[in-house]
């Protein structure tokens, strides 16, 4: 097909495709870059906001765009973090218009569900910051609204980061935000791109107690890595045990993460005796934003953040990120997320590594159920599925395992009373099995 010819029918494309969205393609348009400095000029001279930018730092970041800079990180508040390897530039310039329109359907779509299921503050943020549809957000100009209004600003990252890292920069107040927008007309992506990023975590920013939660998650990595590089010191030229510490500070991490999962990711929360959500895993995609509220496939299930059990809850909770959550925590409300300090994550954290896990299926004995769902299956089942050989997903394999080798070498009565009830008894024909083959 000629050039020309090729070029008309991907403008048929794109028309019909705005179409469908609910797309003006005359607002795909990014603003020119003396248009992008002038808006920028008058948002960095705000005063009615809750953290001003200080004088001297105004001209020189003007002066980074002016100059042509791509966007690196925020530096308003005197804080920086090394990204290595990690660190990423936004060129604003450099997106084409099939990217800006990959944006503006996604943003269309979003409104849509965020108008019905988010909740009042979630949309609340979005006007704060802007976030609307037209063209991808210039990250000089939204850094700069961020700060102003929460004291939390935006670090580019070329990919998903280490988990390390990550809360790194939440210990900071910086939120990594990848530079890469996904193809048009993809609804959910594992990987994350700005339509994740900023589509859908930005606005919980303005929820105080979201936010908090997200920075004690980084305050709950820094006590972590402070008690792990002590015993690296107490451990001197011992390899195996340096080792075996920093495998043991890589797995509590990755338990706390499961509390910011379900709740900065994936939570809901009850507004007014309404389901709604906040988790920004579920608003950046619309499928899932629907799905979470409305389907009777998932389990939906209610807690009390404050309550130390359903805290054990989240963080003894398996789950995969390849598809559609297959259970969801709504609390009670957000301020029982305050009481998810720096210390109740660490210590959720570690009694929840010498504990029994659950799968994302389950429902267990003391969950305040709201929705059964569909594809909920029984404690035992994954244990039978394994004996027999039989396909299962890779978050009951690993439950199983873990489980089975806990009960195996042995789990003192004194954990096992921290659960809410005992887990289910493991059968013994299940665990002879075990004992022979792993
Ligand atoms: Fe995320």
Request: a negative charge.
């Amino acid at each position: 097909m000629p050039e020309s010819k090729q070029l008309e029918s991907k403008q048929r494309d794109y028309a019909e495709i705005a179409k469908r969205s609910g797309v003006d393609l005359a607002d795909v348009k990014p603003l020119s870059l003396e248009e992008r400095i002038e808006t920028l000029e008058s948002e960095l001279h705000r005063t009615d906001v809750p953290y001003p930018i200080a004088a001297a730092k105004r001209e020189p970041y003007i002066e980074a765009l002016r100059s042509g800079n791509p966007f690196r990180m925020g530096d308003f508040s005197g804080e920086t973090v090394d990204l290595g390897k990690y660190a990423c530039q936004q060129f604003y310039e450099n997106y084409s218009f099939e990217e800006h329109l990959s944006w503006a359907c996604l943003v269309a779509q979003q409104q849509k569900t965020k108008h019905q299921f988010a909740c009042r503050q979630y949309q609340e943020g979005e006007r704060l910051f802007e976030i609307r549809g037209g063209v991808i957000p210039d990250f000089y100009l939204l850094n700069a609204r961020i700060y102003q209004q929460t004291a939390w600003q935006l670090a580019a990252v070329s990919e998903i980061i280490p988990a390390e890292l990550f809360f790194t920069c939440h210990s900071r107040r910086f939120f990594p935000v990848t530079t890469f927008m996904r193809p048009l007309g993809t609804d959910y992506l594992e990987e994350p791109d700005i339509g994740h990023d900023v589509a859908g975590h930005v606005a919980t920013f303005t929820i105080r107690a979201v936010a908090d939660v997200m920075k004690n998650h980084g305050e709950a990595r820094n006590m972590i890595y402070a008690e792990r590089d002590a015993m690296i010191a107490d451990a001197g030229e011992d390899a195996a045990a340096i080792e075996a510490i920093k495998t043991h500070a890589d797995d509590l991490l990755m338990y706390a993460g499961r509390i910011y999962w379900f709740t900065v990711e994936f939570g809901l929360v009850m507004e007014d005796g309404e389901i709604r959500d906040f988790g920004a895993g579920i608003l950046s995609s619309p499928g899932e934003t629907v799905y979470s509220i409305g389907s009777p496939e998932s389990n939906r299930i209610l807690i009390d953040p404050s309550d130390d059990a359903d805290l054990m809850r989240l963080a003894n909770t398996d789950y995969l990120i390849s598809e559609f959550q297959k259970t969801y925590f709504i609390s009670e409300s957000f301020d029982l997320l305050h009481s998810l300090t720096p210390e109740r994550i660490l210590d959720a954290s570690k009694r929840a590594m010498s504990l029994p896990d659950y799968t994302w299926r389950e429902i267990v004995p003391g969950d305040r159920v709201v929705n059964v769902g569909t594809v909920m299956t029984s404690p035992n089942e994954k244990y039978y599925r394994l004996m027999a050989g039989q396909k299962m997903d890779e978050c009951l394999r690993r439950t199983a395992i873990k489980n089975l080798r806990m009960h195996r070498d042995g789990i003192s009565d004194e954990l096992l009373a921290q659960f809410r009830a005992l887990p289910p008894v493991i059968p013994q024909e299940v665990m002879d099995w075990f004992c022979q083959n792993d």
